[in-house]
T-cell receptor, first 113, second 110 residues
């Protein structure tokens, strides 16, 4: 089954404790992206990757890092999480540019206390 | 500065009638426009898209209209069904980036 998986689905952590949210897709898609969804703000793009070893900033990259060492995986790293990073995070992939259909993962709800 | 605006946070429509969701944008460089649907506790799912060189795209009950001179697009759902109750996000893409609107919550009334 074609899908995007994210882990963990739920995470509660404390300020400053490094964490990684994994994202994996099995569709051989070139484009992958991370978004955060906050009440009243919709979906905002954090980082995206056009292919292996190619990543770029979206609209809200501060406080986040990503890597794309393999085509299928695109982890999101929070080196020193802060409470304002409490949010619902989605990973997505697409066969090409984001102008094509993106397939979204189920989301990761992160709470930073 | 919001580049993609969905000015109606919510919309209620009777089952069987037409639902019209609206979206405005400011950047004339956007070349693709998309609509995504989102149920609670799930990721968004793609609904329909339109290229900037077209003014209409249809897929079953869903039609997207693009008015480039007004920088406006709309999604029409006919007829509306109970399963259409969800949050709808408008999105616009240029180069490798994509901007989403804040979403419109659609309620289909029995």
């Amino acid at each position: 089954e074609a899908q995007v998986t994210q882990n963990p689905r739920y995470l509660i952590t404390v300020t400053g404790k490094k964490l990684t949210v994994t994202c994996s897709q099995n569709m051989n898609h070139e484009y992958m992206s991370w978004y955060r969804q906050d009440p009243g703000l919709g979906l905002r793009q954090i980082y995206y990757s056009m292919n292996v070893e190619v990543t770029d900033k979206g609209d809200v990259p501060e406080g986040y890092k990503v890597s794309r060492k393999e085509k299928r995986n695109f982890p999101l790293i929070l080196e020193s999480p802060s409470p304002n990073q409490t949010s619902l995070y989605f990973c997505a992939s697409s066969p090409g540019t984001p102008g094509l259909e993106q397939y979204f993962g189920p989301g990761t709800r992160l709470t930073v206390t | 500065d919001q580049q993609v605006k969905q000015n109606s946070p919510s919309l209620s429509v009777q089952e069987g009638r037409i639902s019209i969701l609206n979206c405005d944008y400011t950047n004339s460089m956007f070349d693709y426009f998309l609509w995504y649907k989102k149920y609670p506790a799930e990721g968004p799912t793609f609904l329909i898209s339109i290229s900037s060189i077209k003014d209409k795209n249809e897929d079953g009950r869903f039609t997207v209209f693009l008015n480039k001179s007004a920088k406006h697009l709309s999604l029409h759902i006919v007829p509306s069904q109970p399963g259409d109750s969800a949050v709808y996000f408008c999105a616009a893409s240029a180069d490798d980036k994509i901007i989403f609107g804040k979403g419109t919550r659609l309620h289909i009334l029995p």
